[in-house]
């Protein structure tokens, strides 16, 4: 049964959310085990959000972040900026979806050197939660649901994110 149909169906709980093509892989970013509640996102509409009514409550959750479309020196700055704000440093985990076409483009009229793992190595270095990049959460063809206020179980070595609830009131 597909994750979107037990999100919505089931009374039991979601499980682990898979890979839905087995050419990908999970990126490690920083080691360790979470347990929290979801709460989830596009990176530009978190960043866009700080400071109003509707900003992001990160503190002892799980952050599943995603993105599509834009350059990793872009990215790079609405981490940052989580990041400045401490939105970042408060979660137990974060989980970076497949950032679908997140590419350097040449035409930027500057060397673009680092790519998006860099970014995020060098960002979850500095937080220091468990974190991983890759799962097919977001803008990608085959997007696993994942229900928000849900608890779930980040483990960043063997690259699993669980839903460890129902995403549906039983």
């Known amino acids: 049964m597909t994750t979107r149909k037990k999100a919505f169906t089931c009374t039991e709980p979601v499980g682990e959310i ?11 970013l920083f ?6 509640e979801i709460v989830s996102g596009n990176l ?4 866009a959000s700080l400071g109003t009514s509707y900003e992001i409550e990160t503190k002892g959750k799980i ?14 700055h609405l981490i940052n900026h989580l990041y400045n704000a401490g939105k970042l440093q408060e979660t137990r985990g974060i989980v970076f979806g497949e950032c679908v ?17 860099d970014i995020l190595e060098h960002f ?5 939660v468990p974190a991983i990049y890759g799962l097919p959460l977001g803008h990608t063809r085959d997007m696993a649901t994942t229900p928000l206020g849900c608890q ?3 483990n960043e070595t063997t690259g699993k994110l669980f839903i460890e609830e129902s995403g549906t009131i039983g």
């Open 18 to 28: 898979e890979l839905a093509d087995e050419r990908r892989w999970i990126q490690p």
């Open 31 to 36: 080691p360790g085990e979470a347990r929290g």
């Open 44 to 47: 530009t509409l978190i960043c």
């Open 63 to 76: 952050l599943l972040i995603e993105e599509w479309n834009i350059e990793p020196w872009e990215i790079d």
């Open 101 to 117: 076409n997140c590419l350097p483009d040449s035409k930027t009229g500057f060397e673009n050197s680092l790519t998006l793992t």
């Open 124 to 128: 979850m270095n500095l937080v220091k």
């Open 152 to 154: 779930a179980y980040l």
